[in-house]
C-alpha cells in the first residue's frame, strides 16, 4: 500500500524491460513490512547525470538500485562509496542521505556469493574461471576472493579491462592467486559467466561448453533467460548449474538492508 510516508527507490537501467529487481525488491519490503517501493526508470545514459541531480533533491527518496548501463558512470556522480563500491570503482546501490548527498555501494558479488552457499555451494578452494571483468564480473571476482577461493583467472574480450581488475584485486588481495587467461575452462571446478552474453537471442557463447570437465560447477550472473544457452549446453553435459537468478534473490535483502 502506497502512502504518503512511502519512501521511493528506483531502480535505474536503459533498457528495462528485462529487470526482475522490482519484483523481489518489492516483495522484500512488503515481507519485512517496511514502507519503501520500487519502480524502474529507463534512463539514457546521456540522462543519467541530470536524472540522478533530479532524484538528489526528492526528500522521500530512499535511494537508486542502478543496473546496465550506469554501474560505472553512477560512481562518479555519488559523494563517496563504501566497501566494495570503493574497490571497483563502480555502484549498483546509492543511498540518499538526509542532507541529499548520495553514498554508493555495490552488493553484486556478495549477493553472488551468498546465492552459491544458498545452493550449497560453497566457493571457498575452489579453482574459478570468471569470464567477463565488468561492472557484475568486478564485483563477484572481489567477493570470490574474499570468500577463499584457491584460484581465479579472468578472461574478457578487452583484455585490459582484466588486466586493470587483476590490478585491483592484487592491491586488495596480495596472498591471492590471481591470473588472465583464456576462456578456456579446463582445469577449474567454478565456471562462471560475468558477461552480459546470454541475454539475447543469437549472442555468442561465452566458451566451448565441450572443454568443459566432469564436475565442473557452471554458473551465471545472466538471469533473463532463467536458462541462458550456457547452461542449457552444461546441464546437456550432466554439470551442475547455478542460475543468475539465485544472485538476485540472495542479493535483495543487502540492498533493503542498505536502504532502510
Ligand atoms: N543476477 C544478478 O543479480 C545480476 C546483477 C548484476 C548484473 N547482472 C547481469 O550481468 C550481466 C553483465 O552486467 P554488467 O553490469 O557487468 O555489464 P557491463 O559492465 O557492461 O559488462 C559487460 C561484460 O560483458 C562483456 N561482453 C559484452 N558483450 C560481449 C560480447 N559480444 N563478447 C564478449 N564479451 C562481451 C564485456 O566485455 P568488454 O569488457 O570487452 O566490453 C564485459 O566484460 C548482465 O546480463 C546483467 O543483467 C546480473
Known sequence: MITG???FAPLLAH??????????????????QIDMVMLPLDVQPQMLQPTVAALRAVGNLAGMVVTIPHKTAI?????RLTGAAALVGACNIVRREADGSLTGGMFDGEGFVAGLRHQDHDPAGRRVLLIGAGGA?????????AAG??????????AEKAALLVEQLRSAFPQARLGIGPANPRGHDLVING?????????????????LSPGTLVAEVVMQP???PLLRAAEARGLAIHK????????VGLLVDFLA
Open 244 to 251: 543468475g537468478l539465485h544472485m538476485v534473490e540472495q542479493q
Open 75 to 79: 560512481a562518479t556522480l555519488c559523494d
Open 195 to 211: 558477461t552480459s552474453l546470454g541475454m539475447h537471442e543469437g549472442d555468442a557463447l561465452p566458451l566451448d561448453p565441450d572443454r
Open 5 to 7: 510516508t512511502t519512501r
Open 137 to 145: 564480473a568486478s564485483g563477484v571476482a572481489h567477493a570470490l576472493v
Open 15 to 32: 533498457p528495462c524491460r528485462h529487470v526482475r529487481t522490482p519484483k523481489v525488491f518489492n516483495a522484500e519490503c512488503a515481507a519485512r
Open 149 to 158: 577461493v584457491d584460484s581465479l583467472t579472468i578472461a574478457n574480450r578487452s
Open 226 to 228: 532463467d536458462v541462458t
